[in-house]
C-alpha cells in the first residue's frame, strides 16, 4: 500500500447555551459537574464549529490548526479525548482509495486536524464547547468509533464541559452523575429541535474579545471561595432541573422564562460572591436586562427570557415570531449601529426578522419610536455602538457530517490546512 494516502473527515457541530447553568466541578481533571445543567442547542447555520480530521502514515505527530493558526495539542484536555477515541477505533476500510486500517494500527497513526468557528472564540458564546464537541464527533467518524452520542458525551466533556451537550439538537440536558470515574456524567437530548419552534433566539454580541477571566479559572475560584454557590448546587438547582423539564416538555413559555432568567442572574451572583469577584456582564448587558424586565412587567407575563453566560453577551429568547420582531425593534431603538456601519452586518443570522419588523435600511432604523413601556426621556436613551451586532437565529439540530469534500478544510493531497 502505498504511503502517501491522506484519509478525511469533516463535521459540523453547533454551540449551545446553558438555561439552567453549570458553573463550578468537583472533579477538574475529568470536568465533573457541582450540578447537573439543561441547555438549548443553536442552529449551526448561524453558530456552529467546522473541523476537518485527516489521517495519513505520511504524518509525523498530532498537530491542530484553530481558525487558520496552529496550536499546541500538549494540553490534557485534547491528549484525553484523542486518548478515549484512539482507545475505541474500529477498522477502516476505504476501497477506492485502497486504504485499510486495523483497529491496532491507529496507535501508531497521527492526525491532522483542522477547526474553523464562524462566530467569535472565547468570548462568552460557547465556542469551545462546539469546539471539542466537533473534535470527539469528526474523530469519532473517521476512527469508526461504535459508541452512541450518550457515551461520546462524555468523552467530550473531558475536553470542554459543556462540549457534551453540543453532541444534540434541541434541548440538553448534562446529568452530573455520581461516580467518581465520570462514566454516568454524559449528556441526554430531553426534547429535539423540532418540539419547541416557536421559539426565536436573538444573541446582542456585546463583546467579541476575550474574557478577562476564563471560566476554567472562574469556575475554580467559585468552588473555592463561594457559599452561594454550595447552596446553589444542593439546594437550587435540583428542584430548577425538574421546573425546567417540565416547562420544556409543555411549552410552557412564562416558567421557562421566569427559570431562565432567574438561573442566569443567580449565576452572576455566585460569581459576585467569589473572592475576588469575577465581572463577566457589564453596563451594556445590564440596560438589555432592564430593557427585556421593563418589557415583561408592562405585558403583565414573560415575552422575553435572557441569560448570560461567562461573558457580556446577551442570548435573548423570545416565546415567538411576532415577539422577536418587537424585541429586535427595541434592540435596535436602544442599541442602534453606529452610522457608518453596514445593516446587513449589523444584524446577521436570520435576516427575515428585520425584514418582518419593517427595518430595511438605516433611516428606518433612525425612525424606531421608543416602546410603549419607556415612558420618560432617560429611558429612551440610546447607545450607539455598545452592541457590536446581532444574530438572529433558533433551536437547532445535532452535529452532522459534511459529504461534500469542498467544504472540508484541509487538502486530501498535503494533508495540511487549505
Known amino acids: 500500500m502505498a504511503e502517501n494516502w491522506v484519509l478525511t473527515t469533516t463535521a459540523q457541530t453547533p454551540t ?41 502514515p505520511a504524518f509525523q505527530q498530532d ?15 485534547y491528549q484525553n479525548c484523542l486518548r478515549e477515541i484512539r482507545s475505541r477505533a474500529g477498522d477502516v476500510q476505504d476501497k477506492q482509495k485502497g486504504i485499510k486500517i486495523e483497529k491496532k494500527d491507529w496507535e501508531k497513526l497521527h492526525v491532522h486536524i483542522a477547526s474553523y468557528n464562524n ?11 462546539a469546539g ?42 448534562w446529568i452530573m452523575g455520581k461516580e467518581e470515574d465520570g462514566s454516568d456524567s454524559h449528556a441526554v437530548q430531553l426534547v429535539d429541535e423540532k418540539h419547541w419552534n416557536d421559539l426565536v433566539i436573538i444573541i446582542a454580541v456585546v463583546s467579541s474579545r476575550q474574557k478577562e477571566t476564563s471560566s476554567t479559572t472562574g469556575m475554580r475560584e467559585s468552588v473555592e471561595t463561594s457559599l452561594l454557590l454550595k447552596h446553589r448546587a444542593e439546594e437550587i438547582v435540583p428542584k430548577r432541573i425538574v421546573q425546567m423539564e417540565e416547562a420544556i416538555k409543555n411549552w410552557d413559555f ?3 422564562a421566569q427559570l431562565t432568567c432567574a438561573d442566569s442572574n443567580q449565576f452572576h451572583a455566585v460569581c459576585l460572591d467569589t473572592s475576588p469577584p469575577i465581572f463577566y456582564m457589564n453596563d451594556t448587558s445590564h440596560r438589555i436586562i432592564s ?16 441569560t448570560f453566560d461567562a461573558g457580556p453577551n446577551a442570548v435573548l429568547i423570545a416565546r415567538d415570531r411576532k415577539t422577536a420582531m418587537q424585541l429586535l425593534q427595541r434592540l435596535l431603538f436602544h442599541f442602534p449601529p453606529n452610522p457608518d456601519t453596514d445593516l446587513n452586518s449589523y444584524v446577521i443570522g436570520d435576516k427575515s426578522i428585520l425584514k418582518e419588523a419593517g427595518i430595511e435600511r438605516m433611516k428606518d432604523v433612525q425612525a424606531l419610536l421608543p416602546p410603549p413601556e419607556v415612558k420618560d426621556n432617560v429611558q429612551a436613551q440610546k447607545y450607539p455602538g455598545d452592541v457590536s451586532y446581532f444574530i438572529c437565529t433558533k433551536p437547532g439540530k445535532g452535529p452532522v457530517l459534511l459529504s461534500d469534500e469542498s467544504l472540508a478544510l484541509i487538502d486530501p493531497k498535503t494533508g495540511l490546512p487549505k
Not at 498537530?63 to 484536555?77: H, T
Not at 472565547?122 to 469551545?128: I, N, T
Not at 469519532?140 to 462524555?154: G, Y
Request: glycine residues 8%.
Open 119 to 129: 462566530f467569535p472564540t472565547a468570548a462568552g458564546l460557547a465556542s469551545s464547547a
Open 132 to 173: 471539542f464537541a466537533c473534535l470527539v464527533f469528526a474523530l469519532a467518524k473517521l476512527m469508526n468509533v461504535k459508541e452512541d452520542l450518550s457515551k461520546l458525551s462524555a468523552i467530550a466533556r473531558q475536553g470542554s464541559g459543556s462540549a457534551c451537550r453540543s453532541l444534540f439538537g434541541g434541548f440538553v440536558k
Open 16 to 56: 449551545n447555551i446553558a438555561v439552567i447553568k453549570y458553573w463550578g466541578k468537583r472533579d477538574e481533571t475529568l470536568i465533573l459537574p457541582v450540578n447537573s445543567s439543561i441547555s438549548v442547542t443553536l442552529d449551526p447555520t448561524h453558530l456552529c464549529t467546522t473541523t476537518t480530521v485527516a489521517v495519513s
Open 254 to 256: 412564562a416558567s421557562f
Open 291 to 306: 430593557c427585556v424586565e421593563k418589557w415583561n412587567r408592562t405585558e403583565g407575563s414573560p415575552q422575553v427570557a435572557y
Open 63 to 77: 498537530r491542530m490548526w484553530l481558525n487558520g493558526k496552529e496550536i499546541s495539542l500538549s494540553g490534557g484536555r
